[in-house]
C-alpha cells in the first residue's frame, strides 16, 4: 500500500504561484504512476495532470497546459505540483493520486489517494 501526503495549499492571489508537494509513504514509490486531480465545490473531480514511473512522460489538462509542471523526486517519494499564473478556476482541493502500470485521466483508475490540499485564488 501507499499513503500520501499533500502539502503547500494555500491562499494566492491571482497571477501568483504555488508548489504543491505529495509525499509517499513505503519503498515502492518508483513503482507508481502518479496523479494530481482536483474538485472545486459543487463540481466533479477533474484531472489535472500525471506523470509516469521515471517522470520522462508528462500530461496535462488543457485547462492548466503552460502554468502547472509537475516533477517527481523519486529518491524522496515525492510529487510536485508547481503552479504559475493561477486564477480563480483553479480555487479547488487539490489531491494526489497513485496508480500501477499507465497513467489515466480517469480518477477512478486510480487506486491511492492523498487527503487533499485546499488551494484559494483570490481575484
Known amino acids: 500500500q501507499v499513503q500520501l501526503v499533500e502539502s503547500g495549499g494555500g491562499l494566492v492571489q491571482a497571477g501568483g504561484s504555488l508548489r504543491l508537494s505529495c509525499a509517499a509513504s513505503?519503498?515502492?514509490?518508483?513503482?507508481?504512476?502518479m496523479g494530481w486531480f482536483r474538485q472545486a465545490p459543487g463540481k466533479e473531480r477533474e484531472f489535472v495532470t500525471a506523470?509516469?514511473?521515471?517522470?520522462?512522460?508528462?500530461t496535462y489538462a488543457n485547462a492548466v497546459k503552460g502554468r502547472f509542471t509537475i516533477s517527481r523526486d523519486n529518491a524522496k517519494n515525492t510529487v510536485y505540483l508547481q503552479m504559475n499564473s493561477l486564477n480563480s478556476e483553479d480555487t479547488a482541493v487539490y489531491y494526489c493520486?497513485?496508480?500501477?502500470?499507465?497513467?489515466?485521466?480517469?480518477?477512478?483508475?486510480?487506486?491511492?489517494w492523498g487527503q487533499g490540499t485546499q488551494v484559494t485564488v483570490s481575484s
Open positions: 493520486a497513485a496508480r500501477r502500470t499507465l497513467y489515466s485521466q480517469n480518477w477512478e483508475a486510480y487506486d491511492y
Open positions: 506523470i509516469s514511473l521515471s517522470g520522462s512522460m508528462t
Open positions: 513505503g519503498r515502492t514509490f518508483s513503482s507508481y504512476v
